[in-house]
T-cell receptor, first 110, second 113 residues
Framework: GIQVEQSPPDLILQEGANSTLRCNFS?????LQWFHQNPWGQLINLFY???GTKQNGRLSATTVATERYSLLYISSSQTTDSGVYFC????????????FGSGTRLQVQP | DAGVIQSPRHEVTEMGQEVTLRCKPI?????LFWYRQTMMRGLELLIY????????DSGMPEDRFSAKMPNASFSTLKIQPSEPRDSAVYFC???????????FGEGSWLTVV
């Protein structure tokens, strides 16, 4: 099956700092989504981004499908950004459901 | 609009008991997914349905697990008999169809003692 690797596994930031989270995948995909799991366990969809760039407030994401990676940018981080960020992909020759990476755990300190 | 609704939110049960988790997808969504989250294995797909039909159940760990979707607005995941290693958070999610944005419920936190 497809492999999804996220880096870094853990990240600690001071409030106001910027960060870049990376997602590498091992095969062609036709669907890529980013999620935030908050400290209460809720999984929130951030971006549906199989290719190109999108922005939503302080968050933006870029997927370069031909090079098999995606980046999530967080600018001016806030304590409410803390949690785990997951990248998930749908393999274009495999099953039509998302395979999740192991996540990046972000802690934003005041 | 209501999101994906799961019940129960928390359940503690004894080994050997039957556990039934329930899910109501977002109205109008045709695809429904069951995921399990553990510290050791992360988020893993158990099964997914499209138009109420199970499409891929290769992630179901063993015969003790079964899932049904009798209609477009309801699905169940059953574990019988339950074992301590089944302790996990079970998430239900839905999307308009496969390949679209997926929305998760709040999860069912299962503890088997």
């Amino acid at each position: 099956g497809i492999q999804v690797e996220q880096s870094p596994p853990d990240l600690i930031l001071q409030e106001g700092a910027n960060s870049t989270l990376r997602c590498n995948f091992s095969d062609s995909v036709n669907n890529l989504q980013w999620f935030h799991q908050n400290p209460w366990g809720q999984l929130i969809n951030l971006f549906y981004i199989p290719s190109g760039t999108k922005q939503n407030g302080r968050l933006s994401a870029t997927t370069v499908a031909t090079e098999r990676y995606s980046l999530l940018y967080i600018s001016s981080s806030q304590t409410t950004d803390s949690g785990v960020y997951f990248c998930a992909v749908e393999w274009d020759t495999g099953r039509r459901a998302l395979t999740f990476g192991s996540g990046t755990r972000l802690q934003v300190q005041p | 609009d209501a999101g994906v609704i799961q019940s129960p939110r928390h359940e503690v049960t004894e080994m050997g008991q039957e556990v039934t988790l329930r899910c109501k997808p977002i109205s109008g969504h045709n695809s429904l997914f069951w995921y399990r989250q553990t510290m050791m294995r992360g988020l893993e797909l158990l099964i997914y349905f499209n138009n109420n039909v199970p499409i891929d159940d290769s992630g179901m760990p063993e015969d003790r697990f079964s899932a049904k979707m009798p209609n477009a607005s309801f699905s169940t995941l059953k574990i019988q008999p339950s074992e301590p290693r089944d302790s996990a958070v079970y998430f239900c999610a839905s999307s308009l169809t496969v390949g679209n944005t997926i929305y998760f419920g709040e999860g069912s936190w299962l503890t088997v003692v």
